[in-house]
């Protein structure tokens, strides 16, 4: 593991803020996020992803500051969140602090709680970047009309600049509906992910209150055997489901990565300074798919961040 991960400020932009850590910046992330045009629109599914956020910072607390590798730790998973993931979609639902003392060394100093409470934190952020950044380049999109028109409109008659926002919104539906499905199973996971910290936490004090550390192990084996009992279920439906590995879906995903990732060579080495934020409006006004679409693909194929 590169022991720099931790240490540099995360290359992370969402509604236009900088984040450079998920712990300290978040207040500036909120804040971004609130005057985004159609924020009220949105409001209860922010409102539940930041305190899912809050929740799952909580567990890093101790004697009211953070733990002194809350900071590198939630960095490092962050920027590994993609081969993170991809293993833990393999194991079970309670290997999952395993899964990630793999990348950040067995010995790490957290607890499993605070792994996993990690873990739902960057869902949460991860399902916040999706929805603000499509929100945000929505109100991009309408600076074509006129950069100057358009700043003065949202400046001197906000209704009617709201009004703009909503013809937009109208226009790109389709983008509305990926941003919203991906938002959803991002939020989704972060709250099992963060019930299942507290069922952690909820082990840890039985073994102290009772001062029987097998307790631990019991409730944990519990959790293991209701888990499995769920991933066998969800595996015989996904079987059943893709019984025919060239399922229509599958190839048209694999299509639109490809297309994907060859536009975005295109457009890197026509010009190698490209921001990320260039290269995905570049590629959605291509056709190619929606902002949410295209930057999940491109960080699959590794063209982000840039």
């Known amino acids: 593991m590169n022991s720099n991960l931790g240490i540099e400020d995360l290359e992370l932009e969402i509604a236009g803020a900088d984040v450079g850590c998920l712990l300290w910046d978040l207040d500036e992330l909120e804040l971004a996020v609130r005057q985004l045009a159609l924020y009220s629109h949105f409001s209860e599914h922010f409102r539940d992803a930041f305190t899912c956020i809050d929740n799952a910072a909580s567990f890093w607390l101790e004697d009211g500051r953070y733990a002194d590798s809350a900071e590198s730790a939630t960095k490092t998973m962050f920027r590994l969140r993609y081969p993170i993931r991809e293993h833990f979609c393999f194991s079970e639902p309670t290997s999952l602090p395993r899964v990630i003392r793999r990348f950040l060394g067995i010995n790490h100093p957290a607890s499993d709680t605070q792994l996993v409470a990690a873990y739902a934190l960057i869902q949460s952020v991860c399902a916040i970047e999706t929805l603000a950044n499509w929100l945000f380049d929505l109100e991009l999109s309408l600076y074509d009309l006129g950069l100057d028109l358009v700043e003065q409109l949202r400046q001197t008659d906000p209704k009617q600049y709201l009004l703009l926002m909503q013809r937009e919104r109208k226009r790109k539906s389709d983008f509305e509906i990926d941003a919203r499905e991906e938002f959803a199973v991002l939020n989704g996971e972060a709250s099992k992910i963060l019930m299942l910290a507290s069922l952690y936490q909820q082990a840890d004090y039985t073994d102290v209150s009772r001062n029987d550390f097998s307790a631990s192990s019991f409730l944990r084996g519990a959790l293991d055997k209701a888990f499995a009992e769920k991933a066998s279920e969800r595996g015989k439906a996904a079987g059943k ?4 590995p060239g399922t229509i879906k599958q190839e048209n ?4 990565f490809e297309d994907i990732s060859k536009a975005a060579k295109s457009q890197i080495s ?4 490209i921001s990320e934020t260039e290269l995905v409006k570049a590629l959605v006004e291509q056709g190619k798919a ?3 679409t295209v930057r999940k693909y491109l960080r699959k194929g590794r063209f982000l961040p840039r």
């Open 270 to 273: 026509a010009d190698p300074n």
């Open 290 to 292: 929606s902002a949410p």
């Open 253 to 256: 995903t694999k299509k639109l």
């Open 241 to 244: 489901a893709n019984a025919k």
